[in-house]
Nanobody
């Protein structure tokens, strides 16, 4: 099982990036999915989650209205569109699949069994 996150990079404050998380060895249509991020010296924090078929989405207050999570189950891929980026959004972003098939995404890292390696987002002020 592999979750491959991509799309990170350097962007100016106010700019946009689109992250992708492609899965192999795992059918994402069976799993709630989330994005987490971890900045240096900080704990990993929940950013956004999406239900198995995409009917429900969840966001951290800090990104609500700026970030959008989506999924394409045919492509076995989850996305995170990030707009109006701020320096405090800089972190390594990880995608994750919730541990139990059919379960909704949560804000707790311990509930996730599968993690991508992360893609780094840097935001210059």
């Amino acid at each position: 099982v592999q979750l491959q996150a991509s799309g990170g990079g350097l962007v100016q404050a106010g700019g946009s990036l689109r992250l992708s998380c492609a899965a192999s060895g795992l059918s994402l249509r069976n799993y709630g999915m989330s994005w987490f991020r971890q900045a240096p010296g900080k704990e990993r924090e929940f950013v956004a989650g999406i239900s198995r078929v995409g009917g429900s989405t969840y966001y951290a207050d800090s990104v609500k209205g700026r970030f959008t999570i989506s999924r394409d189950n045919y492509k076995n891929t989850v996305y995170l569109q990030m707009n109006s980026l701020r320096p405090e959004d800089a972190a390594v972003y990880h995608c994750a699949a919730v541990g139990r098939p059919g379960a909704s995404p949560t804000r707790t890292t311990a509930d996730y069994n599968y993690w991508g390696q992360g893609t780094e987002v840097t935001v210059s002020s």
